[in-house]
C-alpha cells in the first residue's frame, strides 16, 4: 500500500492532548498487555496500578529504555456560572478533574501495518512505515479514553485519544501528566525548555546537573521565557552509559500546544509541560479529538538516530493533491551573522533615543558593525552563485529572504518592550544601505 505523505505538518488533526503521572515511582504495577516491534528489538508493557492509574514500559531487549511511568492528565473543573463578569475577569472554576487515576481497563486491540509511502520531498523517494500497534480502552465515571501506541523496531509513538460520547463534549486539560521515567543518570543534549525560543547554544551534562548548567544560560534576552529550572525543550537526546541513545519528542502537533519537558532530579523522570495560552490552560478540545504523537526514540547507535524515520511516519499523510509546486532549495543569508554577534542591526551608537522618520541618520556617525548593508549581501550573492545556490529556485525569487530585511523591518511602533525599542527603531529607519537597495541587488544578481 502507498500514500503520499509530506515531511512537514500539512494534514488536519483534530484537538490533542497526553498525559502521565506526578510520582515516577510506580512500583505496584500489574502488567495487562504488551506488544514487540516488528523485529522483536523493542517491547512495549502496558500496566495499571493498584489506584487505576495506566502505565507503560518500554524495553530495548532486556535492557529498560522507560522504567514504568504513569499516564494521564488534569481536566480543568466546571465554570461556576455566577464567577463571571461582564469584562470576563474574575472567572472561578470548580476543582479540578483527576484524569490520571481511577481508571478501568475495558480491552485492547492489536493490528500490524508494513506499507511504503512516497515523499514530497527529502532525503528519500520513499518510506518504509512499519509497525505493530496496541489500542487500550479506559474508562473512568463513564467517560472513555485510549491510549493507542505504535512500537517501531527504532523507538515508540503513543497518543491519546476522546471518542464522540455522552460524557464528555467541550473539556480544558489544565496539565498534560505524561511521564518519561529514565533508568540512570544519563548523559543529556539538551536546550532549556523556554515558551519563545529555541536560540541556545546545546548543552551536554549529566541529567543531574541540568538545573546548574541551566541558571548559567538565561541572559538578559528578551526573547527567552523559560519556564523552569529544570526545564528543556524537544528534541532531547539521551544516552545511557552502556550505549543506547533515547530521543523524546512529539509528532503531528496541531491545535495543540507543543511541549516542553520538566526533569524531577531525584527520580529521575521527565514529564510533559505544556507551553500555556494567554490564560494559562493547556489544551481545549472537543470529542471527538486525539493529542500528538509522544516519541521515545531508542537505538545503540547514534547514527539511527538521523537515520530513523519515526517522526515522519507518526506524521499525518499530506493534505494536497498537487505538491508539483514545491521544490526544495538552499538557503544563506546575513540573518544569523547578526543573531551570533558577528554583525549587529544597529547603524550608529549615536542615538539612545530613535524616533521613526526624525533621527538624523545622515549626520550620524556609523559605527561600521552593521550586518545588512549593500557591500555584505553582494558578498553573499557572490558566495552563492560560486557554491550552486540556484538563482531560479531560490536567489533570484528569495533575494528577500536571503538578505532577511523584510522580516527585520516587520516590528510593531508599539514596542510592548520599551527596553528594546531604540535597538528595533534602528532596524525600521531607512538609513543608507539599509534595507539594501532592491533595485541594485537586483542588477547585481543578472550580472
Request: charged share 20%; glycine share 8%; hydrophobic share 35%.
Amino acid at each position: 500500500m502507498k500514500t503520499s505523505r509530506a515531511l512537514f505538518f500539512l494534514a488536519a488533526l483534530a484537538f490533542i492532548a497526553t498525559g502521565c503521572a506526578k510520582n515516577v515511582s510506580v512500583t505496584a504495577t500489574d502488567t495487562v498487555t504488551s506488544i514487540q516491534s516488528p523485529s522483536g528489538t523493542l517491547s512495549l508493557n502496558f500496566g495499571m496500578t493498584a489506584d487505576g492509574t495506566p502505565t507503560y514500559e518500554l524495553l530495548f531487549g532486556d535492557r529498560p529504555a522507560v522504567l514504568p511511568s504513569k499516564l494521564g492528565f488534569e481536566f480543568r473543573g466546571n465554570k461556576i456560572p455566577t464567577s463571571r463578569t461582564l469584562d470576563n475577569t474574575g472567572k472561578k472554576y470548580e476543582a479540578p478533574v483527576d484524569m490520571q487515576s481511577g481508571f478501568k481497563f475495558v480491552g485492547s486491540e492489536t493490528c500490524s501495518l508494513d506499507e511504503t509511502w512516497n515523499t514530497v520531498w527529502g532525503e528519500e523517494s520513499q518510506i518504509r512505515n512499519n509497525y505493530n500497534e496496541l489500542a487500550v480502552t479506559l474508562e473512568k465515571k463513564g467517560v472513555q479514553m485510549v491510549v493507542r501506541f505504535r512500537l517501531y523496531d527504532d523507538g515508540l509513538g503513543f497518543r491519546y485519544e476522546f471518542p464522540e460520547q455522552p460524557g464528555l463534549i467541550d473539556f480544558v486539560i489544565t496539565k498534560e501528566l505524561t511521564e518519561f521515567a529514565m533508568a540512570g543518570d544519563h548523559t543529556a543534549f539538551w536546550i532549556p525548555g523556554d515558551y519563545d525560543t529555541q536560540e541556545y547554544s546545546y548543552n551536554v551534562c549529566k541529567m543531574s546537573e541540568i538545573p546548574s548548567v541551566a541558571a548559567k544560560m538565561t541572559t538578559g534576552n528578551a526573547s527567552q521565557q523559560v519556564f523552569s529550572p529544570s526545564g528543556v525543550q524537544t528534541a532531547l537526546q539521551l544516552k545511557t552509559d552502556d550505549g543506547l541513545y533515547i530521543n523524546i519528542h512529539e509528532a503531528a502537533v496541531v491545535n495543540y500546544p507543543t511541549s516542553n519537558l520538566e526533569l524531577d532530579v531525584p527520580s529521575r523522570t521527565f514529564r510533559t509541560h505544556l507551553t500555556p495560552d494567554a490564560e494559562g490552560w493547556g489544551a481545549l478540545l472537543q470529542a471527538a479529538s486525539h493529542t500528538p504523537w509522544r516519541t521515545v526514540m531508542v537505538v545503540d547507535d547514534a547514527r539511527k538516530v538521523l537515520a530513523s524515520r519515526l517522526i515522519l511516519n507518526l506524521n499525518e499523510p499530506c493534505a494536497l493533491e498537487d505538491v508539483s509546486w514545491i521544490h526544495p532549495t538552499k538557503y544563506m543569508g546575513v540573518w544569523w551573522e547578526m543573531i551570533v554577534g558577528g554583525t549587529t542591526w544597529s547603524y550608529t551608537d549615536d542615538h539612545n533615543v530613535i524616533v521613526v522618520g526624525k533621527t538624523d541618520y545622515e549626520n550620524s556617525k556609523p559605527h561600521g558593525r552593521h550586518g545588512a548593508n549593500n557591500d555584505n549581501v553582494r558578498r553573499y550573492i557572490d558566495f552563492a552563485s560560486a557554491n550552486g545556490f540556484d538563482p531560479r529556485g531560490g536567489l533570484e525569487h528569495r533575494l528577500g529572504e536571503l538578505v532577511r530585511p523584510p522580516e527585520g523591518l516587520r516590528v510593531r511602533l508599539r514596542d510592548p518592550l520599551p527596553g528594546l525599542r531604540p535597538f528595533r527603531a534602528q532596524r525600521l529607519c531607512p538609513f543608507k544601505g539599509h534595507p539594501p537597495d532592491n533595485a541594485s541587488r537586483n542588477l547585481f544578481v543578472h550580472s
